[in-house]
T-cell receptor, first 114, second 115 residues
Framework: AQSVTQPDIHITVSEGASLELRCNYSYGATPYLFWYVQSPGQGLQLLLKYFSGDTLVQGIKGFEAEFKRSQSSFNLRKPSVHWSDAAEYFC????????????FGRGTSLIVHP | NAGVTQTPKFRVLKTGQSMTLLCAQD?????MYWYRQDPGMGLRLIHYSVGEGTTAKGEVPDGYNVSRLKKQNFLLGLESAAPSQTSVYFCASSTAPDRGTGEQYFGPGTRLTVT
């Protein structure tokens, strides 16, 4: 069965520090990959996505993610975190072709210290 | 363009009561989804729809029913609410896989408490 793993439940960083959130998936082929952010009390918002081409993708709010086929990973990065980045982050994966149901990771809660 | 909207935003029910949550989207998306979110559990898919008049079960469908009579609306019903259905419910919509990458657009959520 397909699965998405976000190994870190919580991550704490200081404002201005760099950030990397991990996401691993188990699929045979290259899937469609997404990162979403959920601010407190809000719905999820798409940060970025990957489906083909350049393996380093840029998203909104200064985030980027790199697809590494050999590691089945799609880690999210930001060079300098702002206090407003404190939120829940979800990685999601969807198989290609006619598959339309994504699988979500359980999320990583980002805490930002001033 | 309002995107995905959900009604109501909050609701408190007594055990055994029924209610319907309404989701509406104005992006002409074919696919719509209902999720529940509980602490530590991430998002769990309840039901989904790939088009008007069609629905399918997701990961946790028991105790819920859905209907998609119009393309823009997706209703989630609880016939007899139970405390285990206390949760935050999210609706989402997306294009069909053959028309894009299928990223989802989420509503703001409905916080439901069953006492």
């Amino acid at each position: 069965a397909q699965s998405v793993t976000q190994p870190d439940i919580h991550i704490t960083v200081s404002e201005g520090a760099s950030l990397e959130l991990r996401c691993n998936y188990s699929y045979g082929a290259t899937p469609y990959l997404f990162w979403y952010v959920q601010s407190p009390g809000q719905g999820l918002q798409l940060l970025l996505k990957y489906f083909s081409g350049d393996t380093l993708v840029q998203g909104i709010k200064g985030f980027e993610a790199e697809f590494k086929r050999s590691q089945s990973s799609f880690n999210l990065r930001k060079p300098s975190v702002h206090w407003s980045d404190a939120a829940e982050y979800f990685c999601a994966v969807r198989l290609g072709g006619g598959s339309y149901i994504p699988t979500f990771g359980r999320g990583t809660s980002l805490i930002v210290h001033p | 363009n309002a995107g995905v909207t959900q009604t109501p935003k909050f609701r408190v029910l007594k055990t055994g009561q029924s209610m319907t949550l309404l989701c509406a989207q104005d992006m002409n998306h074919e696919y719509m989804y209902w999720y529940r979110q509980d602490p530590g559990m991430g998002l769990r898919l309840i039901h989904y729809s790939v088009g008007e008049g069609t629905t399918a079960k997701g990961e946790v469908p028991d105790g819920y029913n859905v209907s998609r009579l119009k393309k823009q609306n997706f209703l989630l019903g609880l016939e007899s609410a139970a405390p285990s259905q206390t949760s935050v419910y999210f609706c989402a919509s997306s294009t069909a896989p053959d028309r894009g990458t299928g990223e989802q657009y989420f509503g703001p959520g409905t916080r439901l408490t069953v006492t």
